[in-house]
């Protein structure tokens, strides 16, 4: 997290240090896929149950959101592809 979200214009206004959430991944050792602006739309969306990249998928909120999901999918679908490699073996 490392910005906010208008939610009147969608800019994003970064208000914490930048760089901080690169480095805690860094000397964690894993790997850092993006930071996610505080969006007041987000909070309202899980306050009524709402899946929020769905309902505003042309938010800058919800793109970061995806671009992130990208390599985390990536990686579940690695994952079936070798379960299903070593169960038909």
């Known amino acids: 997290m490392n910005g906010f979200a208008c939610p009147r214009c ?3 206004t970064f208000v914490f240090c ?3 959430e690169r480095r805690m991944a860094s000397e964690m050792k894993v790997p850092f ?3 996610i602006p505080i ?3 987000f909070a309202e969306a899980c306050d009524k149950g ?3 990249v769905y ?3 042309l938010s800058s909120t919800s793109r970061i959101m995806a ?4 390599p985390i999918a990536a990686l579940d679908a690695a994952d079936s592809e070798l379960m299903n490699k070593s169960l038909s073996a």
Do not use: F, V
């Not at 671009?67 to 990208?70: E, G, V």
């Open 55 to 57: 309902h505003n998928s």
């Open 67 to 70: 671009d992130i999901i990208q």
């Open 33 to 35: 896929l993006g930071s």
């Open 10 to 12: 969608g800019d994003i």
């Open 39 to 41: 969006d007041p739309q």
């Open 50 to 52: 709402r899946a929020y």
């Open 18 to 20: 930048a760089g901080g």
